[in-house]
């Protein structure tokens, strides 16, 4: 395995024991492909969910541009219900992980299709 597989089982990991969800492989895989080679950068692949300026540049890069949701306040209510999901006190919160679960909130895994 790969270094990249390595880190999709890893994200799969925190979204079963973490998050309480079944990841769907594939569509997990999409995602960690998307955010480039931000996965391998300590600093880049995790989210920084104690920072409004962090939360608003996955708002406004991840769920406007990428997704294409019109901004509005439930974008910040779905990041910070998926910061809860994940666990506020949990300190390395991955990139993937967050963008998966915003991802299947929001229903739009056909983006990855």
Do not use: W
Not at 95 to 104: D, G, N, P
């Amino acid at each position: 395995m790969g270094k990249r597989d390595d880190l999709i089982a890893k994200y799969a990991d925190d979204l079963k024991n973490k998050c309480g969800m079944e990841p769907d492989m594939d569509l997990l895989t999409k995602v960690t492909i998307g955010c480039g080679p931000a996965i391998y950068n300590d600093d880049a692949s995790t989210v920084a969910a104690t920072q409004a300026s962090e939360l608003e540049t996955v708002k406004d890069n991840y769920l406007v541009k990428k997704l294409g949701l019109s901004d509005g306040p439930e974008l910040m209510d779905a990041i910070n219900k998926v910061v809860d999901t994940y666990g506020r006190s949990e300190r390395n919160k991955y990139r993937a992980v967050v963008y998966y679960m915003l991802c299947k909130h929001f229903g739009k895994e056909a983006i990855y299709g």
